[in-house]
């Protein structure tokens, strides 16, 4: 059975809270329907690629797997949910474990 969280999504300056089985709700995600709304635009292609020039290199959440440049790795946010915070290289699922953390109300 999925475990459901609310949707991470700020209206109005609150949390959309719709259910969701990932970050975002059905509408929110369906309106980040290309890479450059989902913030993934020219400035985080040369950012990813200069983080690519760093691998191998430690996952920086500190699970201890060394991600390459063949690895399905990701350019998370130090400040998870911080566009203008630093990239720095995660593997998936620690950058999914920090998205969660991050939109949980309890810390």
Do not use: F
């Amino acid at each position: 059975m999925p475990r459901y969280r609310t949707c991470s999504v700020l209206v109005n300056g609150r949390l959309c809270g719709r259910p969701t089985t990932g970050t975002r709700c059905t509408e929110h995600e369906r309106a980040r329907n290309n890479s450059t709304a989902r913030g993934y635009g020219a400035d985080h292609q040369r950012q990813r690629a200069e983080l690519e020039r760093t691998l191998p290199a430690y996952c920086w959440y500190g699970c201890g797997r060394i991600l390459t440049a063949t690895d399905p790795w990701v350019a998370a946010h130090v400040i998870d949910g911080d566009p203008t915070s630093p990239r720095v290289v995660s593997c998936r699922s620690c950058n999914e474990q920090a998205k969660v953390r991050a939109s949980d109300p309890e810390g």
